[in-house]
């Protein structure tokens, strides 16, 4: 768990730092990770499943302090991009330990992936099957891959983070035959990629182990097709990722102990009933090992009553470094944490200095009423898909991100500077 904790004077530490310390050396905004709680996660995950395989979803947050902490505990790593990838490799992950996704990965990212040795191509095309054969045969390699099937679930989350139901652009749809189709093709080119298993994802933020049931009962469909047609019993399935976290008090997650209990269940029970070896099931957390570990640091600029609706709170950052309030109605909470306050609480809306009224960060928040410009606020589980979707909206220069442990902190990635963006600018 966090290891943030409120003083007596009422400021907050994390890692054994208060948070009035940490904006005078990095300044604000800044994300803060705690270390020691995504490397706990990182260890829940591997053992909760162990004789499985867990790919640390990237595109939650990655950068190379990361990558080492996912070596370190034993986990492996997903990319979905060549940059994903060079960070991955950048950081020393060995090839082997490295899945690469994406539904349009161009010819030069796989080319690069199967110079990489990557351990598993997740193919999501009929042209990207021909694509991976090429290059696997140029580099003169078998490379192994993954073929990413739609199961047509309907994940209840956001529409935009919903990834199986059928009307979407990922993987090979299940209904109509095109995901036996892939496998055929992918059989096709047995000198050049070795067809290791399927791979299922059905959406982000996800409470409900319905659909996980449902997309594992369907995948495991697949795979007794392929051993009746093609005489083979592919080896691995992998489920995706998915897992929810507690953003508010209305959440109600479920750990990594649970959740692999419940998959392992199920695949053990369908395979039974369908005369299957059990296939060793890979899973790829993103969000419920990154986002818990962090928080965002604010300070307030200005505070706007507005007589009889809400106060207006704002911050120096906003939907450059959080997008998903504006992009997914997330919702998100807010505490005041450089000092304590016995003010009576008030209706407020925290937002940000961008130049339109859509940049909220936390849209209904509760804030003691005599929060004032030069307060710290915090942001908490913004470690997930805050940093790694962060712009530079209104040439504001992206935060940093600071690691803490044991009393120490470090900064991971650095902050933006101008300089930085008028690097890009060619004049
Ligand atoms: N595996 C695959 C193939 C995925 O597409 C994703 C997420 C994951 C694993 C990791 O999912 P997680 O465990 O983090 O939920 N930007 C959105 C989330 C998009 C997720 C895309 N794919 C957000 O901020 O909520």
Redesign the pocket.
Known sequence: PLTARRGDDGVVSIGGIGVRELAEEFGTPAYVLDEQDFRERCRAWREAFAGADVFY?G??FLCRAVVGWLREEGLNL?VCSGGELAVALAAGMPGERIAM?GNNKSVAEIERAVGAGVGRIVVDSFEEIERVAVAARLAGVRQKVLVRVTVGVEAHTHEF?A?AHEDQKFGLALAGGDAAEGVRRVLAHRDALELVGLHS?IG??IFDMAGFEVSAHRVVGLLTEVRDEHGVELPEIDL????GIAYTSDDDPRGPREIAKALGEIVARECEFAGLRVPRLAV?????IAGPSAFTLYEVGTVKPLAGLRTYVSVDGGMSDNI?TAL?DADYTVGLVGRASGAAPMPARVVGKHCESGDIVVRDAYLPGDVEAGDLLAVPATG??CRS?ASNYNHVPRPPVIAVADGQARVIVRRETEEDLLRLDAG
């Open positions: 979803a595109k939650a997903d996704h983070i990834t994802h982000s933020q995706g990722g998915g897992l790829e957390p993103g969000r419920a998903r997914y997930a898909y979707m």
